[in-house]
């Protein structure tokens, strides 16, 4: 009975791995979008084929629906809360106030904000104010989730939902003309709120900046379940508690859906949206946490761990130098290598794609081996 607990049980003070594979294969994903992967896989030859609707599970929906890629961000938010408690506790052990923790946060997050326009201005290619990027999100996520640390988690899941409230009361009532549908592409609140913050709005995309408002519901539920993790009761229960919550939330969220109380729209982050992907979020944490801390079936995580241990960094660079310059620079050798077989257009943006991904991860592993993290 007793070697039966002692598997059961996973030490609060050693590193959670499951913490670093899910953040590792949330950033894997990202990186991988940067190179152009996930576009190439659904053009010709397989477009149209039976593969296509697989590959289409990495682009977002066009609007209302749900589909794999609409997972990545609210992942990334959700992990980004679970490794709050973590880091805020170690900080404490190292003897820093919480002043210093809190003066930490803020400047951080306004380095978040910061990166999440720079990224814009890359993008235009020109100085632009837009505040779309999951990194400007996060900025606000963080500080709400932070201040609402050091309340119980039954009030922090409460806040949670009062956030979700809010916003369906806004987008629910506001009267403006032109902006009073609720879910409807470009006529809503929140593109009227893009007005009032940017003087745009997401003209295509339908993208609004006020997501940040619902979502930090995302980062709020991964601090209450990186408080679970950390704290000092048995890994079965923990697992229980992620399992349990995870799967009412989800099924709250299709519900909605289903019932077409709320539609799933991930681009202005409806409630409904906002409970389905948490509890896709739950439910993936609770899987990883049985998988690699509790049955310690971890060999194969490595790969993704690593990329995990410079999150911003890879994000950034894959978005800016990646996107911007090393995806031609390796472009030039790869197809110019295949065109001397007469290689097909798919197959050198393939290989390029991949190539791209498997230098960037190189990248990774030269940073982890020298022992170079980048923090924020």
């Not at 050693?14 to 899910?22: E, G, I, K, Y």
């Not at 290619?125 to 988690?153: D, H």
């Amino acid at each position: 009975m007793n070697q039966k607990n002692q598997k059961e049980t996973v030490p609060t003070g050693t590193r959670l791995l499951s913490l670093d594979f899910f953040r590792g294969i949330t950033m894997f994903l990202l990186v991988a979008e940067g190179t152009a992967l996930w576009s190439v896989l659904t053009k010709d030859p397989i477009s149209g084929t039976f593969l296509e609707p697989f590959f289409r599970q990495f682009h977002h929906h066009p609007w209302a629906g749900l589909r794999f890629w609409d997972l990545v961000q609210p992942f990334f938010m959700f992990i980004v809360g679970v490794a709050m408690p973590f880091s805020y506790a170690k900080r404490r052990r190292r003897g820093d106030s919480k002043q210093k923790i809190t003066w930490h946060i803020i400047q951080r997050c306004l380095l978040l904000l910061a990166f999440g326009v720079g990224l814009h201005c890359g993008y235009r290619r020109e100085l632009v104010w837009e505040l779309w990027n999951v990194l400007s999100q996060l900025s606000v996520t963080i500080i709400i989730a932070y201040f609402l640390m050091r309340y119980k988690p039954s009030i922090q899941i409460i806040v949670s939902f009062g956030l979700l409230l809010l916003t369906e009361i806004l987008y629910r009532t506001f009267p403006l003309e032109g902006y009073n549908q609720p879910f409807v592409k470009d006529h809503n609140f929140g593109s009227w709120m893009d007005m009032v913050l940017m003087g745009k709005i997401n003209r295509g995309g339908g993208w609004v900046a006020i997501n940040f408002i619902p979502t930090a519901a995302h980062t709020i539920w991964g601090v209450v379940a990186g408080q679970l993790l950390l704290s000092e009761k048995p890994a079965g229960e923990k697992l229980k508690k992620l399992v349990i919550g995870g799967l009412l939330i989800l099924a709250a969220g299709y519900l909605l859906h289903w019932t077409s109380v709320t539609p799933i729209i991930k681009r202005i982050s409806t409630s409904s949206f906002v409970l389905a992907s948490g509890g896709w979020s739950l439910l993936v944490l609770a899987l990883s946490y049985w998988f690699i801390d509790i049955k310690k079936i971890n060999r194969w995580i490595f790969p993704f761990v690593i990329v995990g241990m410079n999150p911003i960094f890879i994000y950034l660079f894959s978005n800016t130098v990646g996107g911007q310059w090393f995806n031609g620079f390796v472009g030039i050798f790869t197809k110019g290598f295949l065109s001397w077989f007469n290689a097909p257009e798919f197959l050198m943006a393939l290989v390029t794609s991949l190539t791209v991904l498997a230098l960037e991860w190189l990248l990774c592993y030269y940073l982890y081996r020298k022992r170079i993290f980048f923090k924020i």
